[in-house]
């Protein structure tokens, strides 16, 4: 209960960041230098209305399609530096895993002298005069690029542009000579339909995986700007930044995750879209720099027992707003924590990466228009759009949970629906280790057999809102368990601080088992 999964920016294995994770292998591939061209341009033959009808021989073999996409798919070999603590091993800033030094590194006396160390992605030709599309996460930390060419060319290559927000980038060779591939622009893939990825896994180089695609729009992504595509191609550590084409060898995504228990692929796979990567890499060539809307909302969609616990049908569609920045555009107009927002510019929205990608499309400077529900009435705020800070001034302040900061008040531990809680003393902070920055109460004890008790609730969570309201004294969380049973609901919504992070959890009234 309250574990919220994992998944892994880069086609990295056991659920950890592929960036600069994939070091040596480096391996010849087939291929042959040619003439500039797109090389991507098999002709579908459209049958029965079917867009991605299979070619003849499809999926006896996909040879042809290989022989004729391989040469503009490239290896990425980049040199990070890091800084390395006691013990040898080093980490990457942002990611969760050491590094052990190459043999021949460092030293004596060295152990506090930047280090280096060698990792590996993929990438690919999208224009003949060496520009290259790669994951954001491949490059980003880069001091040095170079690119392995499937004839056994190495070139360097300098960083144009790149966009954590969708984790792409764009970087360049020298020449004008180069097989290049394109984005497909007019037909969109189906669950069902084959692709192939290419790519670099493990260093192993030219490397090509089959299978279909095995679902749409999957919001997996922090940031919300990606509705990736769920492929089942086998893509692993070193994939991070190659292609995926259909059967045509159009390049209908971008690899970019797996999800993975194991270590290895598991058939999860997830690639960004084509029409993403080819409106942000254009403008990455451009020279441009990718600015984002933002009104300053931490919304987040919940569940239909959540939905219920707030007074809503148990299908309905929108976004919670969880948290408000203080001073930010959506708070000068007027959005407050606990609005429901269900329409951004007119248009319904089904969940908060729905609204985020709304809202994220809108240019500095424009007004927004943001329908919420509040106290059960609609209303339309206009927000002012501002420009969305980066990832790391975003996340400086997130620990404080979704509730405002509250007052704690005197009192003794009191039991409420199952739940033994009291307000967080120093004392209390100090026994389960919760930062001054969280605000609520906090759980003692939790009485066996009780939904609580069922649904994991464990001593030393914290409640920091509850029915909409900041909690901060058992007398404020009795108050919203007794406004939602006298609203006839069968639940109450519970925001749950644990070592993990926030989450929204129904806790169903006892009088109702």
């Known amino acids: ?265 598991v058939g999860i796979g997830f690639a960004i879209p084509a029409e993403t990567a080819k409106s942000i890499t254009e403008r990455l060539m451009r020279g441009q720099a990718i600015e984002r809307g933002y009104v300053g909302l931490g919304l987040r969609s919940l569940s239909p027992d959540s939905w219920e616990a707030l007074g809503q049908p148990k299908d309905f569609k929108g976004a919670y707003v969880e948290t408000v920045t203080e001073d930010g555009p959506a708070a000068r107009a007027g959005v407050k924590v606990n609005d429901i927002l269900v329409a951004v510019n007119g248009e319904a929205i089904d969940s908060s990466a729905e609204a985020t990608r709304r809202v994220g499309a809108a240019k500095p400077g424009d007004t927004i228009r943001l329908e919420v529900i509040r106290d059960g009435r609609r209303q339309t705020l206009n927000v002012r759009s501002g ?17 405002a900061p509250g007052q704690a008040q005197p009192g003794q531990s009191e039991t409420i629906e199952g739940l033994a809680v009291t307000p967080l003393s120093a004392a209390a902070r100090s026994r389960f280790n919760i930062p001054e920055s969280v605000n609520g109460v906090v759980i003692t004890n939790v009485a066996q057999g009780s939904s609580a008790a069922r649904l994991g609730f464990q001593p030393g969570f914290v409640i920091t809102r509850a029915n909409g309201r900041a909690i901060a004294s058992a007398a404020d969380l009795r108050t919203a368990v007794q406004e939602a049973k006298s609203a006839g609901r069968p639940s109450i919504l519970l925001f749950v601080r644990t070592p993990q992070g926030t989450s929204p959890v129904p806790l169903r009234f006892a009088t109702e088992e």
């Open 387 to 403: 420009v969305r800070p980066s990832d790391e001034e975003l996340n400086a302040g997130e620990e404080g949970g979704s509730s």
């Open 1 to 265: 209960m309250l574990k919220r999964k994992e998944f892994i920016l880069g086609a990295a294995a056991g659920l950890t960041l592929a960036a600069a994770a994939t070091a040596g292998g480096v391996i010849n591939w087939p291929g042959a230098h040619a003439d500039p061209q797109a090389v991507n341009r098999l002709t579908p033959v459209p049958a029965n209305g079917n867009s991605f009808p299979p070619p003849p021989g499809a999926p006896n073999s996909f040879a042809n399609i290989f022989e004729q996409v391989a040469p503009a798919v490239v290896q990425i070999d980049v040199t990070v530096k890091v800084e390395q603590p006691q013990g040898g091993a080093f980490q990457i800033p942002g990611l969760p895993f050491q590094f052990v030094p190459p043999q021949g590194r460092g030293g004596q006396g060295e152990e506090d002298e930047p280090q280096t160390t060698q990792g590996a992605g993929s990438g690919f030709f999208i224009s003949q005069d060496g520009f290259i599309v790669t994951n954001n996460h491949v490059v980003a930390d880069a001091t040095e690029i170079k690119v392995k060419m499937s004839d056994g060319r190495e070139l360097p290559a300098r960083l144009i542009g790149r966009d954590p927000g969708t984790d792409l980038a764009v970087i360049k060779v020298e020449g004008n000579d180069f097989k290049y591939v394109s984005f497909e622009e007019t037909a969109q893939p189906r669950v069902g339909d084959w692709v192939i990825a290419v790519g670099n896994p493990f260093g192993l180089g030219g490397t090509a995986t089959a299978g279909i695609v095995s679902a749409k729009a999957r919001d997996i992504d922090p940031s919300g700007y990606n509705d990736y595509i769920q492929i089942d191609a086998a893509i692993n550590r070193g994939n991070s930044g190659g292609p995926t084409f259909d059967i045509y060898g159009r390049v209908i995504g971008v690899n970019s995750a797996i999800y993975s228990p194991t270590g290895g692929s």
